[in-house]
């Protein structure tokens, strides 16, 4: 079956450093890629998404390729700012059987200090 | 407008009782879907609903789970005889539904549920 695999957290980071979190993923077809973010104390958002290879998913600074030749999707930020401290899910979105369920990663825990 | 919400946010019950979660979709979503967050893990699937079509139910866990929606509108998902372990934060979410763009989804704040 489908899965997503990200790297273990916490990531911990100083103010206006670069920001790699890796996440591959393992699907029949053609996945929809996507993260979301959870703030504390705050529900999922929709970080960025991508829909087919090569597409590049761009949002708040925050950038991931859909590559299909390594199936990942890691998420990159050229500074991050301590307002980014939060979890970060990968998430691949299925259409093989003509709908779409979400299946996650475990997720990332992003901390950044001052 | 709108966004999803839930009902209740939080929910203390003890241990056998039953449980009734409430989601609202955003108004036009067709799709509507149900998932469990245990504390520090990512999220399960529990159940799906689209249009009128039967639901697929197969990330339910047990037969205590269930989830009812009323057309393309409201949905509760009820837990009878609460265990501990189904202690989680319960996250609905709505997209579009099938077609271009229908993939997305968007999640509502979760009930966080606690069995004592």
């Known amino acids: 079956g489908d899965s997503v695999t990200q790297m273990e957290g916490p990531v911990t980071l100083s103010e206006e450093a670069f920001l790699t979190i890796n996440c591959t993923y393992t699907?029949?077809?053609?996945?929809?890629l996507f993260w979301y973010v959870q703030y504390p104390g705050e529900g999922l958002q929709l970080l960025l998404k991508a829909t087919k290879a090569d597409d590049k998913g761009s949002n708040k600074g925050f950038e991931a390729t859909y590559r299909k030749e390594t199936t990942s999707f890691h998420l990159e930020k050229g500074s991050v700012q301590v307002s980014d401290s939060a979890v970060y899910f990968c998430a691949l979105s299925d259409r093989g059987s003509g709908y779409s369920t979400l299946t996650f990663g475990k997720g990332t825990m992003l901390l950044v200090s001052p | 407008g709108a966004g999803v919400s839930q009902s209740p946010s939080n929910k203390v019950t003890e241990k056998g009782k039953d449980v009734e979660l409430r989601c609202d979709p955003i108004?036009?979503?067709?799709?509507l879907y149900w998932y469990r967050q245990r504390l520090g893990q990512g999220l399960e699937f529990l159940i799906y609903?689209?249009?009128?079509?039967?639901?697929?139910k197969s990330g339910l866990p047990s037969d205590r789970f269930s989830a009812e929606r009323t057309g393309e509108s409201v949905s509760t998902l009820t837990i009878q005889r609460t265990q501990q372990e189904d202690s989680a934060v319960y996250l609905c979410?709505?997209?579009?539904?099938?077609?271009?763009?229908?993939?997305?989804?968007?999640f509502g704040p979760g009930t966080r549920l606690t069995v004592l």
């Open positions: 699907a029949t077809g053609y996945p929809s």
């Open positions: 108004s036009g979503h067709t799709a």
């Open positions: 979410a709505s997209s579009l539904g099938l077609g271009s763009g229908g993939d997305t989804q968007y």
């Open positions: 609903f689209q249009g009128n079509s039967a639901p697929d």
